[in-house]
């Protein structure tokens, strides 16, 4: 190490030990040197040769094997020495044995940190260590050898920087011991900016960039003279350690800001029109478009040229190939209509051609990236193509081969194919040139279109580039492009995105939102005439009913589903020719061809939800109405920007707004509908899996919180909730506590196949399966002592299937979607004696105490349960829940402290009556609990509806009595139908039961979402979160913001302004001045 830093480093350690009587020290971060000059002042220490490596660092496999000589070296420690110290990783083997570690010891404890450093640090282990380390983090692998479980219990991450370096992130345990931290650098209070210097080697703040830098300064080697670039208060924290080691050092260097915004001199606006002429036709010529010239100052806008942002692009890809760290990411916001599809459309076209060069382009829709592929197709690029996963796996493979040998250079990829592929199965040895991330406001959390994937992406994207810097391959640059997002102001979508992304330096070109062709017509109704439904019911009509009449194209946007159906079910056949429809849900070819009936005149109007109109190209629209708000301001703003696209017409936003409209905005909103009670529930879930398995390295499948979430969300909602915690548990701890990473398409499935057609079942797809041990028989007892109980068997014998060979080598033909779907109905396999194998799934309950107790203690809090209904529906009036919860404490006792409880408890027993006439004809008798939002209010009330409740004793203790433990762990394990409606099979509803009563745990494998890879870096983390009140701050802030967005939307509709206020208000939103537009809004500090 430096010299000047080790005396340094010295230095503070004298300082620390004259701080009390006796201090404990251990160092964390420091390369061998330092330790090994601590040896040589023979400072005591508590560390024994048998897990010291040659090298002077610490040997943590060793140190696991001799743990109880490190405890009775720190628990004897001499309390008349007045320093000790040790390393830090001997700090994370004592925390694990020994409960409050500072309280064992008379003196103080304190940590040391190498400061230098702020997460990953460059430790003296072994690089084939690390290199293993390494492999097992970048996998899903559950089955650990003994070295890689050893060092995953010290370190939660490695990182593998350039120059053959690597970075390691520590275990974070001084926290929850309250110990202190001290650094042995002092953080540069004042910083001065230098000019940008374009001839000078710029460095970025980021990890890839500084951690070589960094070592080097460690290290004592000599550097060049450089620049570093900060973009934002974040970095200029991030960097002010370093810079204290520079100046100590003598390092020549300067600070200077990214300039996030254009400097047209330094790009040619039609170096690259060629192109555009060539493939978009001899009379095109690139668009002026404005953008605000720096909007952190002012409104100005100017005219670029979209020939001066292609040139950008390619000048960054350009850069990034040649490594150097002066490339920038880029982020586009333009409205609707601006050609953002050309600004990276040529820029690939160019480097395909001159450089043989791949370009990849993330979209969320598939008939989006299809349909632009089909464009460019049509223009002659026949080198463009499209994989996702409505592509069979036969076209796909043939598609990947296209791109490895060079037939394709341009490829649209959904975010979730890109995720569970590595980048070199798809692309081969080519180069990734530019990464494009279209429709990039899906990344923001508080957003209504908020999408898991696109959350996953910036830790994918981050850890892409660094394994191609360490390589010494080319890195790329990021290129982000929406309609709609934020800049500045406490809805910040531009700054969420960079850093949800971890984008590099980006440059802005923050689009004009201004459309001062569309006008406004927004109605306000305090009160209305009849039902509110009723009401809004008969303005959509009416709006319909004119632009049919004077031939008006009009879109008009509806919260739900139901209400598209409602309004156009409501027009005699004559009108619904001319009207059109557009969901989700609805089917794809009527999807298609409703969009091209709208599209070529046939339909005047389109009623449809927030899936109709990303990416869609239909200039001479004249109207959007509004049924309802669908999200936020900008949401809203995005949506009336579909009309008059085409320049030459003038558009209208019309809505009839009423403030019960807003209720349907607060059920839509995406990851607000996520609750801290189910945050909290799935930290407990996960806990009692890994207390279950005792590993910390698991595969869990979404059904096990299948009681938390709605079935058609819940492969969603799952994964975005356990990023939530991953990633605010982070914050808290400065490390990952959990890894969270979405598995490839395929989980383990199982299969029962019936006894007669099992030997041709065998012939035909044997080489798939594996038989299991189905001798699982569940006996339910007969209620009539005369007579015998019933043994249930399965139908036939159940097999686990290799589904990805099984669908890569037999059903090649069919789409993964078709494939999935065709198992998991009964369709998939064909026999002539009409027999067919069902899909199973695996469900393992496992009992906390003897079976027979688990069972006393059920009837018991039956009995408890079934009074409390009982008291409510005597009651005979809605009741809260609250008041549920406050009964449930008061009968079941402090033995069910848990707040979430009542609530989830209360969920399983509501009944979805919108698809029964009443509840009488209710298919499932346990469902008698209706559930409906308050008058005037949007709290839940609940109303018991009938006397089922009295059943739910006799009905769970049968249950029960079907799963006797089976197998000698003493657990119940068995082998059962899939369900195919929203419907749970009764045993899962007993395993939710017992498990959320602490009677056992369950497990569900082989369901129908995909596994979710989860690795728990420290379960101790987790288990405080359960004993604390947790609360994610990530959903806090979310939830606080969609409160925020709620109010500007409210008084936007609200209040009167003219066209010319109203697009004012919008730019001033768009550009974070939230002051002013509370101000012009009359919205109270």
Not at 31 to 51: A, G, M
Not at 957 to 964: G, T, V
């Amino acid at each position: 190490m430096n010299a000047i830093i080790e005396q340094k480093v010295l230095n503070t350690l004298e300082r620390i030990s004259n701080m009390s009587k006796q201090v404990l020290v251990f160092l964390r971060g420091f390369p061998c040197s330092v330790y090994e000059r601590l040896k040589k002042q023979r400072i005591p220490c508590l560390s024994n040769p048998k897990w010291i490596n040659d090298n002077g660092y610490i040997n943590v496999i060793m140190l696991t094997e001799h743990n109880r000589q490190l405890m009775k070296a720190f628990l004897t420690i001499d309390d008349t020495i007045p320093l000790v110290w040790g390393y830090y990783e001997e700090f994370i083997a004592l925390t694990t044995s020994i409960n409050e570690l500072n309280k064992q010891f008379d003196g103080d404890i304190v940590i040391l940190d190498n400061n230098l450093f702020d997460k990953y640090y460059p430790l003296d282990i072994p690089t084939c260590l690390l290199k293993k380390l390494k492999t097992f983090y970048n996998s899903d692998i559950t089955d650990v050898d003994s070295d890689v479980e050893a060092l995953s219990n010290f370190y939660s991450d490695v990182v593998e920087f350039r120059d053959g370096l690597y970075g390691l992130a520590f275990i974070n345990r001084h926290d929850e011991e309250s110990i202190p931290v001290y650094g042995y650098l002092e953080p540069q209070e004042y910083i001065t900016y230098s000019p940008l210097r374009e001839n000078c080697m710029s460095y970025p703040t980021h990890d890839d960039v500084l951690f070589p830098i960094k070592e080097n300064l460690q290290q004592g080697r000599a550097l060049p003279e450089m620049q570093i670039v900060v973009d934002g208060e974040r970095d200029t924290k991030k960097i002010a350690l370093i810079i204290s080691a520079l100046q100590m050092m003598g390092v020549p260097f300067t600070i200077a800001r990214n300039t996030r915004f254009v400097n047209l001199n330094d790009y040619e606006r039609d170096t690259y029109l060629p192109i555009l002429k060539k493939y978009w036709g001899e009379d095109n010529s690139f668009r002026l478009l404005d953008f605000y010239k720096n909007p952190d100052k002012s409104n100005e806008l100017i005219k670029i040229s979209q020939g001066h942002i292609i040139s950008d692009i390619v000048q960054q890809s350009m850069r990034a190939v040649k490594n150097q760290g002066g490339f920038n990411d880029i982020v586009i916001t333009a409205p609707t209509g601006a050609g953002k599809s050309v600004l990276f459309q040529i820029p690939a076209i160019y480097m395909a051609q001159e450089h043989q060069a791949v370009t990849l382009v993330i979209t969320p829709l598939i008939a989006l990236m299809r349909d632009q592929v089909e464009q460019l197709n049509a223009r002659g690029i026949d080198f463009a193509t499209f994989i996702n996963s409505e592509i069979s796996f036969e076209e796909k493979n043939q598609r990947i081969e296209g791109i490895k040998n060079g037939h394709y250079s341009i490829v649209y990829l959904s975010p979730e194919l890109f995720l569970v592929n590595a980048l070199e199965s798809m692309i081969g040895p080519r180069r990734l040139r530019l990464l494009v991330v279209d429709e990039v406001h899906l990344v923001t959390t508080w957003g209504r279109d908020f999408r898991a994937d696109y959350w996953y992406l910036g830790g994918y994207i981050d850890k892409l580039r660094s394994q191609r810097l360490s390589k010494t391959e080319t890195v790329f640059p990021v290129l982000c492009l929406t309609a709609t997002a934020v800049y500045g102001g406490k809805e910040d979508m531009v700054e969420d995105t960079i850093r949800s992304l971890s984008l590099s330096n980006p440059k802005l070109y923050i689009g004009n939102v201004k459309r001062k062709n569309i006008g406004f017509d927004i109605r306000f109704h305090q009160k209305v005439v009849g039902g509110h439904d009723d009401f809004k019911l008969l303005k959509t009509q009416n709006i319909i009913n004119s632009c049919i009449k004077h031939q008006k194209k009009c879109i008009v946007y509806c919260p739900y589903t139901s209400q598209v159906e409602d309004v156009v079910d409501s027009f005699d056949d004559v009108s619904k020719s001319r009207v059109g429809k557009y969901y989700g849900g609805f089917d794809k070819y009527e999807k298609i061809d409703s969009q091209n009936n709208f599209k070529n005149g046939q339909y005047f109007v389109m009623v449809c939800t927030k899936a109709f109109g990303m990416g869609v190209d239909i200039p001479n629209i004249e109207q959007v109405y509004h049924y309802a708000p669908t999200g936020n301001l900008a949401d809203y703003v995005q949506e009336i920007g579909r009309a008059a696209r085409d320049p030459k017409i003038n558009g209208i936003a019309v809505t009839d707004f009423t403030i019960k409209d807003m209720k349907y905005v607060r059920m839509l909103y995406g990851l607000s509908g996520m609750r801290q009670y189910q945050l909290r529930e799935m930290i407990r879930k996960i806990y009692a899996i890994y207390r279950e398995k005792k590993h910390r390295h698991l595969l869990i499948s979404p059904e096990a919180f299948s009681y938390l979430f709605k079935e058609n969300e819940l492969e969603n909602k799952v994964k975005s909730g356990m990023l939530l915690i991953a990633k605010d548990l982070e914050e808290i701890y400065t490390f990952p506590v959990l890894n969270v990473r979405p598995r490839g398409l395929f989980t383990k499935n199982y299969v029962n196949v019936p006894y007669e057609i099992e030997e041709e079942f065998l012939q035909r797809f044997g080489c798939y399966i594996q038989r299991v041990d189905d001798d699982m028989k569940r006996v339910i007892p007969c209620a009539n002592k005369h007579c015998s109980d019933v043994v249930v068997y399965n139908s036939g014998a159940v097999y686990e299937m290799n589904m990805a060979s099984l669908w890569e080598e037999q059903f090649n033909k069919l789409t993964f979607a078709q494939f999935k779907r065709k198992f998991f109905d009964g369709e998939l396999f064909q026999f002539d004696n009409g027999q067919r194998p069902t899909a199973r799934v695996n469900l393992i309950i496992n009992y906390e105490e003897k079976y027979e107790t688990v069972s006393e203690k059920l009837d018991d809090c039956m009995e408890k349960l079934i009074s409390i209904f009982q008291y409510f529906k005597s009651q005979a009036r809605t009741f809260t829940r609250f008041e549920f919860r406050e009964q449930f404490k008061e009968i079941l006792g402090e033995q069910y402290k848990s707040q979430e409880l009542p609530k989830i408890i209360l969920g399983l027993f509501i009944a979805d009556i919108s698809h029964n006439v009443g509840f009488n004809c209710n298919a499932d008798r346990m469902k008698f609990i209706q559930a409906r939002k308050a008058h005037n209010s949007d709290e839940m009330v609940y109303r018991i509806m009938n006397s089922n409740f009295n059943m739910i004793k006799r009905h769970f203790s049968r249950l029960l009595e079907q799963c006797l433990p089976n197998n000698e762990s003493g657990r119940f394990a068995t082998y059962i139908p899939v369900a195919h409606n929203d419907k749970l099979p009764e045993l899962i509803n007993l395993a939710i039961f017992l498990e959320l009563l602490g009677l056992a745990t369950y497990e569900i494998i082989g369901g129908k979402n995909t596994e979710i890879f989860l690795r728990i870096n420290d379960p101790n983390k987790l288990r405080r979160a359960l004993q604390g009140s947790y609360s994610n701050n990530i959903l806090t802030d979310i939830e606080r913001k969609h409160e925020y967005s709620q109010k500007i939307l409210v008084e936007f509709m609200k209040n009167k302004f003219s066209d010319e206020e109203r697009w004012d208000i919008i730019e001033d939103y768009f550009l974070g001045r939230d002051e002013i537009v509370k101000f012009r809004l009359g919205i109270q500090q």
